[in-house]
């Protein structure tokens, strides 16, 4: 509870800033005047158009006529304003005295209540809040008086998560309807400013704590759905946590349009832990590939050769199943082909 000290301190602070400036005078006196002028200047043309029309000069008279009409218009203008001004009730601020009983009923509504003189800011914390079962946390609503009745009532609060659950990939949100530690009131933001202009704090603050303790899918930074959630590690789009896969190479998270499947294992990686078979071109994880005369080859690209049985891509062996060197090899241990024994004996 507040000491006594600061309740009156604070309470003939807010009694000052909510005092009622009076109104100016400069613009009701300037309609008066106006207002003057117009008539006497109404009455000269009624008169000319009893002459003009005493005379029969009707195309002169008709012109008159359409003079003053325009002119009586412009004077009813002027009436509305100064009417205007007339019918405005006189706005009564709180005094002193329902300044503390508005500050001890804050106590009452929301426990304990803090005044930072420095800051010009009345905190109050609200309990741990949970939406559809998202937790998140204890909020500092904190109202700046230094506006007093004039200042926007969504403006003059900061809402602080003292527990701040953020969303995936964005700091900024501790509340759907929470950014940058501004509340968006939504349909609540007239019945916030009319609360600050006439000085309910406690109406003001309530109205706060109902829109941080309810959610609006349709106007929140993030919807609930998706604060659990995280991003692509491929296209970089938003993914819910029910939605995403993970990679079985890199653990990162994955939508559902850019996680494939490696030709070899069939586990799904993510597209930097895939490489393509330099042989047949299809994707593989790197523990299904095998490098081969510094070619990264998969298991049904490689064979073994016939000769030597060296392990090669198969696209390194000739028809009968041979590596260039036993192929080369071959040719060199064949026999040179007989010689005719006639054709040996010289002449």
């Keep these: 509870m507040l000491p006594i000290p600061i309740l009156l301190r604070l309470a003939r602070?807010?009694?000052?800033?909510?005092?009622?400036?009076?109104?100016?005078?400069?613009?009701?006196?300037?309609?008066?005047?106006?207002?003057?002028?117009?008539?006497?200047?109404?009455?000269?043309?009624?008169?000319?158009i009893e002459q003009a029309t005493a005379r029969r000069l009707d195309c002169a008279a008709a012109s008159l006529k359409q003079e003053l009409s325009t002119l009586l218009k412009v004077m009813g203008r002027r009436i509305d304003e100064l009417r205007a001004h007339?019918?405005?009730?006189?706005?009564?601020?709180?005094?002193?005295?329902?300044?503390?009983?508005?500050?001890?009923?804050?106590?009452?509504?929301?426990?304990?209540?803090t005044v930072r003189w420095t800051d010009t800011v009345i905190r109050i914390v609200t309990e741990p809040i949970e939406l559809k079962n998202v937790p998140l946390g204890p909020f500092a609503i904190e109202f700046d008086w230094t506006g007093g009745p004039s200042a926007i009532g969504s403006r003059a609060?900061?809402?602080?998560?003292?527990k701040p659950n953020h969303p995936a990939g964005r700091s900024d949100v501790t509340h759907p309807h929470v950014e940058d530690d501004i509340l968006c009131a939504g349909e609540a933001k007239d019945a916030l400013d009319q609360a600050v202009a006439d000085g309910r704090l406690v109406d003001a603050f309530q109205l706060v704590q109902s829109v941080l303790t309810n959610y609006n899918p349709h106007s929140a930074y993030v919807s609930l759905n998706e604060w659990d959630g995280s991003h692509c590690a491929q296209c970089g789009r938003r993914i819910r946590?029910?939605?995403?896969?993970?990679?079985?190479?890199?653990?990162?998270?994955?939508?559902?349009?850019?996680?494939?499947?490696?030709?070899?294992c069939e586990e799904l990686r993510c597209g930097d832990c895939l490489e393509s078979c330099d042989v047949c071109r299809e994707r593989h994880c790197r523990g299904?590939?095998?490098?081969?005369?510094?070619?990264?080859?998969?298991s049904d690209c490689r064979e073994v050769c016939s000769g030597c049985e060296a392990s090669l891509s198969k696209d390194e062996l000739d028809s009968d199943g041979r590596c260039p060197t036993c192929s080369s090899k071959e040719e060199t241990d064949d026999p040179a082909p007989e010689t005719d024994a006639a054709e040996a004996i010289p002449l």
């Design 157 to 162: 609060f900061e809402v602080k998560a003292l």
């Design 86 to 113: 007339c019918d405005v009730p006189p706005t009564r601020a709180p005094d002193c005295c329902e300044w503390i009983r508005e500050l001890r009923h804050l106590e009452s509504e929301f426990g304990t209540v």
């Design 288 to 298: 299904s590939l095998s490098t081969t005369g510094g070619r990264a080859v998969c």
């Design 13 to 48: 602070r807010l009694e000052k800033l909510w005092e009622p400036k009076p109104e100016p005078l400069t613009r009701p006196e300037r309609a008066w005047a106006s207002l003057r002028t117009q008539l006497i200047e109404a009455e000269s043309l009624r008169w000319r």
């Design 241 to 264: 946590s029910d939605d995403a896969s993970s990679c079985e190479g890199c653990d990162c998270e994955l939508c559902d349009e850019c996680g494939e499947r490696c030709e070899g």
